[in-house]
């Protein structure tokens, strides 16, 4: 055992509606020693997403829930201290599911050596060069299919996938209409982004103001929230749209089933695709994202921005963030 100290946050309780504090226990335990073939890593950012809500959820999602008692499961970046495992050397970044902690002992299984190149920042390896960057661009161009003079439309749009999908989708030629909770979020989208127009569920209604800001109606919907907003824009796709079904965050917290989607003959009545997917399938195809992101940022064509949170035992409650809607972009703790 070294002197060193691992400070955790371990899950203890299930959710009901929104993360709890009391639904996780801070623990601090002495850092391991490492066996033959494993690295020590010290976790320098943890990512905090919409979808930790339903890993800590009794059943399973598409990975395993995270049992009662485990470290809590989340996206990190950190640099190895030491390693006995020969494809990773001392000082090495790496990015992996390494949990809420600061400290974590990997075989090196899905972990992901990152590049050493001083312009960019880490935290871009968990937003536009990580899966937050593979999801809108995937989502976009393979499940999306945009064509030039197509109407797209984003919820969630100030969020880090939005962000970039709308991004994207000017950049593919498109009118870009964005949905956000406030009028702070909506003139960045259209001011600093470039998006043609936002929306402000909260103050609108979204259906006149879809209605007024998409006069050719919808022919492509990334859908990151479901719930009412996925219902008005489906009442205004076109003949043949695609649905990106990327998240649900309308429901994550929801303590009974969801209802809806009302509109759902909407997709019958218009030949519309709705497809699901998640980014983990895409990542074998990760560098053809990011080679074009960076080239986009690179550009100037693209930006992306971090909400950063400072210091592990902010998690349970900063995580609340993503639900409330209080970030802009990516959303990320300093550990
Ligand atoms: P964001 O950074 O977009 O944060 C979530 C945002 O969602 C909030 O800022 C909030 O913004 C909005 N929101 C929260 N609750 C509601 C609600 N009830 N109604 C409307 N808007 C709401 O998170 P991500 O970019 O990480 O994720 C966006 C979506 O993409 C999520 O649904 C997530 O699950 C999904 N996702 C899916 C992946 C996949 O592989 N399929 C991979 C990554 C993310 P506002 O102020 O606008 O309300």
Known sequence: MTARQNRQWRLTARPVGLFKESDFKWTVEPVPEIGDGQLLVHNLYLSLDPTNRGWANEADTYLPAVKLGDVMRGGTIGVVEESRNPDFAVGDHVSGLLG????????????????????????????????????????????????????????????????????????????????????????????????????????????????????????????????????????????????????????????????GPYNFAMILIKRARVEGFIVMDYMNRAEEAFRDLGSWLMSGRLKYRVDEVVGLEQAPTAINGLFTGSNIGKLVVKI
């Open 100 to 259: 809420w902690q600061e400290y974590a002992v990997s075989n090196g299984a899905g972990i992901t050596k990152l590049p050493h190149n001083p312009a960019i920042p880490l935290t871009a390896y968990m937003g536009l060069f990580g899966h937050i960057g593979a999801t809108a661009y995937f989502g976009l161009l393979d499940i999306g299919r945009p064509k030039e003079g197509e109407t797209l439309v984003v919820s969630a749009a100030a969020g880090a996938v939005g962000s970039i999908v709308g991004q994207i989708g000017k950049i593919k030629g498109c009118r870009v209409v964005g949905i956000a909770g406030s009028e702070q979020k909506c003139r960045w989208l259209v001011d600093d982004l470039g998006f043609d127009a936002a929306i402000d569920y909260k103050k609108e209604d979204v259906s006149a103001s879809l209605k007024q800001h998409c006069p050719n109606g919808i022919d492509i919907d990334f859908e990151n929230v479901g719930g009412r907003i996925f219902d008005a824009v489906l009442a205004q796709i076109n003949l043949r749209a695609r649905i990106v079904l990327c998240g649900l965050i309308s429901g994550y917290n929801a303590a009974e089933p969801v209802p």
